[in-house]
């Protein structure tokens, strides 16, 4: 019996993309999820598998550190056992479970989960292995397909923004009337009854400061080249950038209706960055549109499905929500408002959270469309009102169960954040003037504060203009 990757990797309850990794390093040659496998080859694979996943479970319980229990700890009593911080633990305990106190004693399964994380085995004594196993009969997790998340990165002037104006314009013809998206950093479309989330935000920070703080932002990257230019600078460090991240990479050969097209040249300068097409037998999808013709839109909505296909992308709707801070902004009558990606997890309004430093309670949702809404599941991007301070764009955004427990998180925070400032050495303007002068500082780092916009960008301006040997200034 012939079987797919795909059917085979559901089989198995791996990732299409893990199985085709191990599939070409056992020598097994295969181009993409879609491609066969005999019946041999199947069984073969299902033992080493196998094997392979009793090998390591039998080395991490060599590992483990056990810890002997007979009665069932609270928060407190378990940041003490596995010798983590209160904060710690809550931030973890959130990802698994919905506590209502810090005294609450904490499920076998989630403590067990928790320990786990941190080297820890949990001996049960007999009493709390029968509860255990009445625990395993009544939880199941709800495990869901969730739409992907696609970042469209490429050269400047190759054609990222008409391309995102023209999906959402297709997707705004198709839809109902007044279901125009607004500019919150992301939105949401339908193909085939399927969502797909776009990040619009023009020189987004996906694949730099998010992944520098070890978030993934993104599930898909498009790479816009345009067909006329060809590979430039920032293709290639849009490339590095999206390989480092180890997100899969389409590539959107824009341009296609310019006389001067010229889109073989396009493929021939990818291979040097190992990006071929399928048909020169490599694996990676290409298409080609013309964003301003609305050329080729249908066919990359329909690959970028595909592709979300093959990862097998879930989340779990029945979880605090968390995901990530894309935009922010303070308006006058609204206050401070915060886009986020949700990407775990179910928000409502009423919901406590924190983010970065920030934290506050959700007042008001709203979608992409600009409704307001009183819960978003997973891959839905929301504007919220609810902040008490400004977070960053790539904060971490993270419901908690009280007031009480963000009070301990953020106060946790804050210490952190002040130990930093202390231990780093500071400079009054004589010493800073000298070690430049030394040329001990070769970047300066410039915060502006001003009253208003038109004060920021003319003080921007005239900081450009000030030309300083070896000195370059950061803004």
Known sequence: ???????????????????????????????????????????????????????KVKEKKK?????????????????????ISLS?????????????????????????????????????????????????????????????VVTVIGHVDHGKTTLLDTIRKTDVTKGEAGGITQRIG?????????????????GHEAFTTMRARGVKATDVAVLVVAADDGVMPQTVEAINHAKAANVPIIVAINKIDKANANVEKVKKGLTKYDLVPEEWGGDTLM?????LQNKGIDKLLETISLQAEMLDLKANPDIPAKGLIIETKLEKKRGIIASVLIQD???????????????????????????????????????????????????YFQVVP????????????????????????????????????????DKLNIILKTDTQGSLDALQESIKKIKIENEEAKI
């Open 1 to 55: 019996m012939k079987m797919r990757v795909y059917e085979l990797a559901e089989d198995l309850k791996i990732p299409a993309k893990e199985l085709i990794g191990f599939l070409n390093r056992e020598g097994v040659k295969v181009k993409n999820h879609m491609s066969t496998l005999d019946n041999d080859t199947i069984e073969l694979i299902k033992e080493v598998i196998d094997a392979e996943k009793e090998k």
């Open 63 to 83: 590992q483990l550190k056990v810890i002997e229990i007979s009665k069932l700890p609270n928060l407190k009593e378990l940041s003490s056992q596995l010798k």
């Open 88 to 148: 710690e633990i809550i931030q973890k305990i959130i990802q698994f479970e919905t506590i209502s106190s810090i005294d609450k004693e904490v499920p076998i399964n989630t403590l067990k989960n928790i320990a786990k994380e941190y080297g820890y085995k949990i001996e049960l004594s007999d009493k709390l292995k029968s509860k255990s196993n009445l625990q395993k009969k009544d939880k199941t997790i709800n495990l869901i397909a969730k739409p992907p």
């Open 186 to 202: 992301a939105y949401q479309i339908n193909i085939d009854d399927k969502k797909i989330v776009f990040i619009d935000t023009p």
């Open 287 to 291: 298409v080609e549109v013309s964003a």
């Open 345 to 395: 997890g179910t928000l409502k309004i009423g919901d406590y959270f924190i983010a970065g430093l920030s934290y506050g309670k959700i007042r008001n949702l709203l979608d992409d469309k600009g409704k307001n809404i009183k819960k978003a599941g997973p891959s839905t991007p929301v504007e919220i009102i609810g902040f008490c301070k400004m977070p960053q764009a790539g904060d």
């Open 402 to 441: 009280d007031d009480k427990l963000v009070k301990i998180i953020i106060n946790e925070r804050e210490d952190e954040g002040r130990s930093k400032i202390i231990e780093k050495s500071s400079l009054s303007l004589d010493n800073l003037f000298l070690e430049m002068k030394e040329g001990k500082i």
